[in-house]
């Protein structure tokens, strides 16, 4: 590269002072054609975090020859300023494979710009705008960019005050999309009193080939919600790629039937192709845990389980104790924030000496008494 490097050039050419960790990016870099990373996290930035007068001298940098296939741009104060700059990198780059933009003060009219520059982009594998308010108008230019790109392979658009009617947008076009393979929009929807939303990701599952992974955290989801998402997944059968479903912070109870009845089919069917199942912060309690626990009885799918802080006590602690134990593939389980007593620690003393299980939690006994300990 020399001794200037095109980012001090530019910086030179606009009389600014160059950014300190970007030019030691760019030194670390010296001598590689690709694959290095360029990380601008304002939450590890100790000479302040970047403005939009930053991201378009690095936008006019990065549109010369450059290593980077990472830029993290995440937690900086890059707002509307920086839209025609975003959009100019998004259209002329052909190197970056990962651009995150999480948490900065993009709004809906930035997105737009951004989406415009990346429908001819066919380098870029993986978008992250999570935690800014991008809208409905947002949501609806990126169900747009999705038409049109299908090189893109990871998304993520959680906290982004999307309204229904983008999500429902962007559930139908990922649903026959060719490249998705991680999609998340936990927290996306800025407020919702139904589950239309939820109905549309189900269908999505049920057509879709190429999604491994999920995330619907903190999305409303109920037990009617569970009930669409399962049986889709039942009826795309071993079509579907789907490897984890995360549901973190809903209100999934397994109290319906029909919830009940679709989900054990579901985790029951040799086709069932499901790996991790996340249910962090829902509403499970014992009737929940007792049921969950038989299902895990007839799975053999399930590599990793997530059952933290669901108000679940010791019947059902004992319950899922026994169905773990027996269980032929499981190697990951979470349980912390539930109520353990003496007796259900016990149960699980024998679960906690296998070798196979990553738990995130133990027992101890003190004066006869057991007692859960985080790991």
């Not at 054609?33 to 970047?50: H, I, P, Q, T, V």
């Not at 450059?66 to 300023?81: C, K, Q, R, T, V």
């Not at 990346?118 to 409905?136: A, H, I, Q």
């Amino acid at each position: 590269m020399g001794a200037e490097n095109p980012y001090e050039a530019v910086c030179i050419a606009a009389n600014m002072r160059p950014r300190r960790h970007i030019m030691d990016a760019y030194a670390a870099a010296a001598g590689l054609e690709a694959g290095a990373e360029l990380r601008c996290s304002g939450s590890k930035l100790a000479e302040g975090r970047m403005l939009d007068v930053d991201m378009t001298l690095l936008s006019e940098a990065l549109l010369q020859v450059h290593p980077f296939a990472l830029l993290d741009l995440s937690y900086n104060e890059i707002a509307s300023g920086s839209g025609s700059a975003l959009k100019d990198l998004m259209l002329g780059d052909n190197r970056l494979l990962s651009v995150d933009l999480a948490c900065n003060e993009l709004d809906a009219k930035t997105c737009v710009l951004i989406c415009k520059g990346l429908k001819e982009n066919r380098t870029l594998r993986e978008l992250r705008l999570s935690g800014n308010k991008l809208g409905g108008v947002g949501g609806m230019a990126i169900a747009e960019l999705l038409q049109a790109n299908d090189t893109l392979q990871r998304l993520y658009l959680a906290n982004c005050d999307l309204d229904t009617g983008s999500l429902v947008a962007i559930a139908t076009v990922v649903a026959q999309h060719a490249s998705i393979a991680v999609l998340d929009v936990q927290r996306s929807l800025a407020s919702s009193l139904h589950e239309e939303h939820i109905e549309h990701f189900g269908r999505m599952l049920a057509a879709n080939t190429t999604l491994k992974e999920l995330d619907l955290s903190k999305c409303g989801v109920s037990d009617r919600g569970m009930l669409m998402l399962a049986a889709a997944l039942r009826k795309a059968g071993t079509s579907s790629a789907l490897r984890a479903l995360r549901l973190r912070a809903n209100s999934v109870r397994l109290a319906d039937e029909g919830a009940v009845d679709v989900l054990g089919l579901l985790l029951s069917s040799a086709d069932c192709a499901l790996q991790s199942l996340d249910l962090t912060g829902n509403d499970l309690r014992d009737d929940g845990a007792l049921v969950l626990a038989e299902m895990l009885m007839a799975n053999a799918s399930l590599t990793s389980l997530h059952l933290g802080s669901n108000s679940i006590n010791s019947r059902g602690l004992c319950a899922l104790a026994h169905a773990v134990g027996l269980h032929p593939s499981l190697q990951s389980l979470s349980l912390w924030g539930n109520r353990f007593d003496s007796s259900a620690c016990l149960a699980w003393r024998p679960v906690l000496g296998a070798a196979k299980l990553e738990l995130d939690f133990t027992a101890q006994e003190v004066d006869g008494v057991y007692m859960p300990v985080r790991r």
